[in-house]
T-cell receptor, first 115, second 112 residues
Framework: DAGVTQSPTHLIKTRGQQVTLRCSPI?????VSWYQQVLGQGPQFIFQ???????GRGNFPDRFSARQFPNYSSELNVNALLLGDSALYLC??????????????FGEGSRLTVL | GEDVEQSLFLSVREGDSSVINCTYT??????LYWYKQEPGAGLQLLTY?????DMKQDQRLTVLLNKKDKHLSLRIADTQTGDSAIYFC????????????FGTGTSLTVIP
């Protein structure tokens, strides 16, 4: 079975540009979360979506937005990119919302470099 | 504060035990987790512990939880070179526990 897939794997943008990152969850998983991992730090929670609705949002500016589609895939958009947005963006899916089973399945991430 | 704290580096000899420590912040966290991240890969769940437990053992892994001190530890017995990775503890927050907050990670190096 396919795991969580993310695209693109690497991309380079310049300051002020916009980026869209994509994520396909494991088949049957209805919850998708996004995390930002800056080099040398742990992942930071950005968003969680469940059944196409936003169910949680971390401490990120409004330049960050996301959505979930009827097939449960998700996109993360970042506008007006800053140098500090350079990071590995991780998508995670889970069968249910919340920590009932405790398991988030992570993709390998999209590495964004902002020049 | 908001931070989940871990020591940054740990180095052990192959065959020894490794102990990775973590201090978390939210006493209402229902579950606490340990994840492993190998270079170029996403995070893999190693184990988790329910907050009303003191200890959980899973093969070579032992998790100890001191809820009073908000201290979590992961012990890896008979550490192997394949265990070299970054280890993150995480706590769940939010009304439905759907927000995971990770520590800074501990880089474990196993010396042959």
């Amino acid at each position: 079975d396919a795991g969580v897939t993310q695209s693109p794997t690497h991309l380079i943008k310049t300051r002020g540009q916009q980026v869209t990152l994509r994520c396909s969850p494991i088949s049957g998983h209805k919850s998708v979360s996004w995390y930002q991992q800056v080099l040398g730090q742990g992942p930071q929670f950005i968003f969680q979506y469940y059944e196409k609705e936003e169910r949680g949002r971390g401490n990120f500016p409004d330049r960050f937005s996301a959505r979930q589609f009827p097939n449960y895939s998700s996109e993360l958009n970042v506008n007006a990119l800053l140098l500090g947005d350079s990071a590995l963006y991780l998508c995670a899916s889970s069968l249910v919302q919340g920590a009932v089973t405790g398991e988030l399945f992570f993709g390998e991430g999209s590495r964004l470099t902002v020049l | 504060g908001e931070d989940v704290e871990q020591s940054l580096f740990l180095s052990v000899r192959e065959g020894d035990s490794s102990v990775i420590n973590c201090t978390y912040t939210d006493s209402s966290s229902t579950y606490l987790y340990w994840y492993k991240q190998e270079p170029g890969a996403g995070l893999q769940l190693l184990t988790y512990i329910f907050s009303n437990m003191d200890m959980k053992q899973d093969q070579r892994l032992t998790v100890l939880l001191n809820k009073k001190d908000k201290h979590l530890s992961l012990r890896i017995a008979d550490t192997q070179t394949g265990d070299s990775a970054i280890y993150f503890c995480a706590e769940s927050r939010g009304f439905t526990g759907n927000q995971f907050y990770f520590g800074t990670g501990t880089s474990l190096t196993v010396i042959p």
